[in-house]
């Protein structure tokens, strides 16, 4: 197999849980994505996506937080034009990552896939290399 080097350069993580938000930050930076930065709510991540300059390349997204949830930060994204590649996860309900997934579609952002948590090295390298 040839290798493959990794598209992003930069990466915003999202997720109220710790333990899946450190663990796609760091399955990140196995990948190959020099930099990686984290939020713990769909709030904080928003206010450290307006900060970052250059957006970030790639931002992961969960889809049930408390506070702003990851469908309303989508919508917050399609308002920001976020021209970046969006990925969704979750742990919950799979209709709610596909109806996310849709909006996300519908509205012309650069959905690059969803996951089911509990995320895997070879699941996102695969979804984020685009096989």
Do not use: H, W
């Not at 663990?23 to 994505?33: E, K, T, Y």
């Not at 996506?49 to 049930?64: E, G, K, S, T």
């Not at 959905?111 to 895997?120: A, E, F, Y």
């Amino acid at each position: 197999m040839a290798y493959t080097p990794f598209p992003f350069r930069s990466a915003l993580v999202i997720d109220d849980d710790d333990i899946c938000c450190a663990l796609a930050a760091q399955i990140i930076a196995n990948l190959g994505c020099p930099q990686v930065q984290s939020a713990s709510d769909g709030s904080l991540g928003l206010q450290l996506l307006q900060r970052m300059q250059p957006a970030p390349d790639l931002l992961v997204c969960d889809i049930f937080m408390p506070g702003k949830d990851g469908i309303e930060l989508v919508m917050d994204l399609i308002q920001l034009r976020y021209p970046g590649g969006l990925l969704l996860v979750t742990g919950g309900d799979s209709s709610m990552l596909e109806a996310a997934a849709d909006i996300a579609t519908v509205s012309g952002l650069r959905l690059l896939g969803t996951l089911q948590k509990p995320l895997s090295e070879n699941a996102m390298r695969s979804t984020l290399q685009g096989g």
